[in-house]
């Protein structure tokens, strides 16, 4: 934990933090933490009412699903746009 908490600032690369408000093994204030405190300027957090540890297998899936997916295509549609040319190989 120390490690992590030294190192959080560090990480600037874009991320979505996704966390059950019911989850028991892992805390919600984990996932606030990381967001909180990452260095990174391209972040999201969702916390999501009733579902646990499971997201993605837990009935109320599809929400989490759909973040996942906007979070991605935005972030796609942002690199492909006619303002800027797709990145090259």
Avoid: C, M, W
């Avoid at 933090?17 to 999201?44: I, N, Y």
């Avoid at 899936?61 to 549609?77: G, H, I, N, P, S």
């Amino acid at each position: 934990t120390k490690r992590y908490r030294a190192l959080v600032s560090d990480f600037r690369l874009p991320f979505i933090a996704l966390h059950g408000a019911a989850d028991t093994l892992t805390f919600p204030e984990g996932s606030q933490h990381l967001f909180d405190h990452a260095g990174s300027s391209d972040k999201s957090l969702k916390f999501y009412p009733g579902l646990f540890h499971e997201i993605l297998l837990e009935t109320g899936r599809d929400a989490v699903y759909k973040d996942v997916t906007d979070f991605f295509l935005a972030r796609l549609e942002a690199k492909t746009s006619p303002s800027q040319p797709p990145a090259t190989n």
